[in-house]
């Protein structure tokens, strides 16, 4: 079925429908939602002026795609770092309390959140697809992909996440197929060694014991108890808390952490918002010293089988600035 006739007067009513895709595109590619926006807005209006190139070959939305992943690549050439980064990813895990400042200046991955995503993670994969929509939302499978160069990034996201044919990637991305399919290779080599997740892999939705797991964690921070809180997490877990580089491994080592921090607050509260198709909340801390809750930081956990896998916190001052595109305030009053 051929898409409709597209001129200026249609073509807004055409292309909004495929904003959310595309932004999610984008997320993939730079790592950041703020960015993924922006390379959305110059996706369009650089549609808008090849308007008159379009004859209607391809399908309006794959043309759109084209026109958002060039316009990502674009935006990976001007940066001082092609990547965004987790703290686990920049070194070994620690067992100390951090000292100095937070690292405010570097490109730190972000979170996306999940009313971003609508119906899109339950699209029917193509024949191309290595990775599931939901597996390719996830914090760890985001962060992985921003380890590759731009034109591996672009060929893994197109082949391996959209599913489009390995011809249709080389006539984007210019080379032979031949080139492409090396390209793949090499990109999905770095994929196996950075997420460890086999394509293909199935990794279902949370079921009810781990929503019980979830509100026990609630439970544990608004109440304060922290031998309920490490004893969610399986004995391997993990807790980074960028902008700090500094991240834990082991629930001994992340509740030493947290005995320390906890006593510096008068109190919690967790609002649920869900990011990367992942259990997240928005964390309310009280101050000792007034009756306020501030937007603190925003958590991201990744569950297993038998407890939390990972925590990841983005923190004050990276965290609150996230607080409003996943509909927080950043102010509850008591």
Not at 98 to 119: S, T
Request: aromatic share 10%.
């Amino acid at each position: 079925m051929r898409d409709p006739v597209l001129d200026r007067d249609s073509f807004p009513s055409l292309a909004e429908p495929h904003r959310r895709a595309l932004k999610l595109h984008c997320y993939r590619m730079l790592g950041s939602a703020h960015e993924a926006e922006d390379a959305v807005q110059e996706t369009f209006a650089r549609a808008w002026h090849a308007l008159d190139g379009f004859e209607g070959r391809a399908s309006l939305k794959n043309w759109l795609y084209r026109i958002a992943t060039n316009a990502c690549l674009d935006a990976l050439s001007r940066r001082a770092r092609q990547e965004r980064v987790l703290p686990g990813q920049l070194g070994p895990s620690t067992s100390e309390l951090p000292p100095g400042e937070p690292d405010l200046d570097f490109p730190w991955l972000q979170p996306f959140p999940d009313i971003e995503v609508g119906e899109l993670a339950d699209e029917s994969p193509g024949p191309e697809t290595r990775y599931e929509t939901r597996e390719s939302i996830r914090l760890a499978f985001v962060a992985a992909v921003q380890q590759l160069p731009p034109r591996q990034r672009a060929a893994l996201i197109l082949a391996d996440v959209i599913g489009w044919p390995v011809s249709e990637v080389a006539a984007l991305l210019g080379g032979t197929v031949a080139s492409i399919n090396s390209v793949l290779q090499r990109a999905r080599g770095t994929m196996r060694s950075q997420y460890g997740i086999a394509p293909g892999s199935h990794r279902p939705p949370p079921d009810e014991w781990q929503r019980r797991l979830v509100d026990r964690y609630v439970r544990a921070w608004e109440s304060a108890d922290l031998d309920g809180f490490v004893g969610l997490l399986k004995e391997d877990a993990s807790y980074a808390m960028p902008p700090w580089r500094h991240w834990y491994r082991g629930r001994e080592d992340i509740g030493r952490f947290f005995a320390e921090v906890w006593r510096l607050y008068g109190g919690f509260r967790l609002l649920p918002v869900g990011a990367n198709l992942q259990p997240a909340f928005g964390l309310y801390a009280l101050s000792p010293r007034e009756p306020i809750w501030r937007a603190h930081s925003l958590q991201v956990l990744s569950l297993g089988a038998d407890g939390i896998d990972g925590l990841t916190m983005f923190m004050k001052p990276l965290g609150p600035t996230l607080f409003d595109e996943f509909g927080l305030a950043p102010i509850l009053h008591a």
